[in-house]
C-alpha cells in the first residue's frame, strides 16, 4: 500500500497531539526528544507549505491582472 502524502491539516494534528500530551504530562523522558525532533520537522513542513502557497497564489493574482 502506498504511503499517504502528509497534509497540512494532518501536520498540524500531529503538532496539537504532541503538545496536549506534552502538557499533560503524558510523555517520558526517553520520548521527549523524539517528540521534539517530530514537531521541529512538522513545523518545517507547515513553514514551507505556507510559504509555497503564498508563492502560489501571487503568481494567480498577477497572471490575473496581465
Do not use: P, W
Not at 8 to 23: F, P, R
Not at 25 to 50: G, N
Amino acid at each position: 500500500m502506498a504511503k499517504k502524502e502528509q497534509t497540512y491539516k494532518d501536520a498540524v494534528a500531529e503538532i496539537e497531539e504532541i503538545l496536549e500530551k506534552l502538557e499533560n504530562e503524558e510523555l517520558d523522558v526517553d520520548e521527549l526528544a523524539i517528540k521534539v525532533k517530530r514537531v521541529s520537522a512538522l513545523l518545517r513542513f507547515c513553514k514551507d507549505k505556507l510559504s509555497g502557497t503564498e508563492k502560489e497564489i501571487q503568481k494567480i493574482i498577477e497572471d490575473m491582472d496581465k
